[in-house]
Nanobody
């Protein structure tokens, strides 16, 4: 069992930056691929970014590539999402998730554990 708690969301103007954090409980964090997803009002939840268990590989949705970075600190059981050049269309609830069985995980069904989400609002 992995408990995930996101933080760092908030309101920012377009062009601004935010850094989300996701703290995980348990001693197996370093075994999981970690991902960030988001869900905007009236839309389905979508993949944003992922990082392999050792942090060696990162991958992104096309919509955020070049603006967002994902990183992790296995010593602190934490994964981060640095969001730069934010746009109003980035407004959503952002969720972190843990995937125990795949390396490159873009589908929601790949992830077994989810946080409660943190709201990001970008105004124009």
């Amino acid at each position: 069992q992995v408990l995930l708690v996101e933080s760092g969301g908030g309101a920012v103007q377009a062009g601004g930056s935010l850094r989300l954090s996701c703290a995980a409980s348990g001693r197996t964090f370093s075994r999981y691929t970690m991902g960030w997803f988001r869900q905007a009002p009236g839309k389905e939840r979508e993949f944003v970014a992922g990082i392999t268990s050792n942090g060696g590989t990162t991958y992104f949705a096309d919509s955020v590539k070049g603006r967002f970075t994902i990183s992790r600190d296995n010593g602190k059981n934490t994964v981060y999402l640095q969001m730069n050049s934010l746009k109003p269309e980035d407004t959503a609830v952002y969720y972190c998730a843990a995937a125990p069985r795949c390396l490159i995980c873009r589908g929601q069904n790949d992830y077994d554990y989810w946080g409660q989400g943190t709201q990001v609002t970008v105004s124009s």
